[in-house]
C-alpha cells in the first residue's frame, strides 16, 4: 500500500512504520488515563445525584 | 429503584475512557475533568432519552463532545498559549510531569484541527468502530474516515521530524537512493 519511505515536499516521511508507532504511542497515552480510574469527585458526584433523586422520589 | 442503579453503575464504567478522551481531546487535565463534570450532570439529567440496552459510552461520549465543541468555540476567542497553560496543568498533576514520552505527542495532538483529532482518538484510541464515531460526531461514516487519515499524516509529520534520528543513517541513506533524482 505504501512505500516505506515517502518523500515529499523535501521531508523525510516514513510510512508504515511511524504510523504503527504512532498508534502504540495514542493507545498507551490513552489507557495511561483509564488506569486511573474513576476519581472521587465523579464517584461522590453521582452517588450525591443519586442520593437527592431517591430523596425527591421518596 | 435497582434500574437506576445499574445506569449509575454504567455511567461509573464509562469515566476512566470519558476522562481519556476529554484530557487528549482539551490538552488540559483540569479542563478535562471539568468537562466530564458537566457531561455527567447532562447525561443524568436527560437520562429519559436514553434508550436502554444501547450504546451507553458512545451516548456519554457524543454528549462530551459536542461540550467541548461549543466550549472550544467559546475558547479560541481567548489567546491561549499552549505550551504555558499545559505546564501549568502539569504543576497541578505532578504524576503527569513523568510522562515526558507522550509530551511530543500530546503537543503534535494539540496542533491538529479539533475535528481531525477527535476522530483520530474516538478511532485510533476509545476503540469506536467508523460507524459509531461518525455517529458520535453526527457525520458521514467517509468524513470520519478521511480525518482519521489526514490526523495519522499530519501526526506523521509532526513526529517524524524528530524521530527520523532514531531511526539511524541507514533510513536516511535509503530515503536518499530511492529518490535518485534529487541528487
Known amino acids: ?58 | 429503584m435497582a434500574e437506576a442503579r445499574t445506569v449509575r453503575d454504567e455511567i461509573l464504567a464509562a469515566v476512566p475512557s470519558l476522562r481519556a478522551f476529554a484530557i487528549s481531546l482539551s490538552g488540559h487535565v483540569d479542563q478535562a475533568d471539568d468537562l466530564v463534570q458537566e457531561t455527567l450532570y447532562r447525561a443524568l439529567a436527560h437520562i429519559d432519552s436514553f434508550q436502554p440496552g444501547t450504546n451507553m459510552p458512545a451516548w456519554l461520549f457524543t454528549i462530551l463532545r459536542n461540550l467541548f465543541r461549543s466550549d472550544y468555540r467559546k475558547r479560541r476567542r481567548e489567546i491561549e498559549d499552549a505550551d504555558g497553560k499545559y505546564a501549568e496543568s502539569l504543576k497541578s498533576h505532578p504524576e503527569q510531569e513523568g510522562k515526558v514520552e507522550f509530551e511530543e505527542l500530546r503537543a503534535a495532538l494539540q496542533k491538529l484541527p479539533s475535528d481531525q483529532r477527535e476522530a483520530l482518538i474516538l478511532v485510533g484510541a476509545s476503540g469506536f468502530s467508523y460507524e459509531e464515531a461518525a455517529k458520535i460526531c453526527g457525520c458521514a461514516v467517509g468524513t470520519i474516515k478521511s480525518r482519521v487519515n489526514r490526523a495519522r499524516a499530519r501526526l506523521a509529520e509532526l513526529l517524524s521530524i524528530e524521530d527520523a534520528a532514531e531511526f539511524g543513517p541507514d533510513h536516511k541513506t535509503r530515503a536518499v537512493l530511492s529518490t535518485g533524482a534529487r541528487r
Open chain 1, 1 to 58: 500500500m505504501q512505500t516505506d519511505v515517502i518523500q515529499r515536499k523535501g521531508r523525510v516521511r516514513l510510512g508504515r512504520d511511524i504510523q504503527g508507532k504512532i498508534g502504540q504511542q495514542l493507545r498507551a497515552m490513552y489507557d495511561d488515563v483509564v488506569k486511573e480510574g474513576v476519581p472521587d469527585r465523579f464517584a461522590d458526584l453521582l452517588r450525591k445525584l443519586d442520593e437527592r433523586k431517591d430523596k425527591d422520589a421518596g
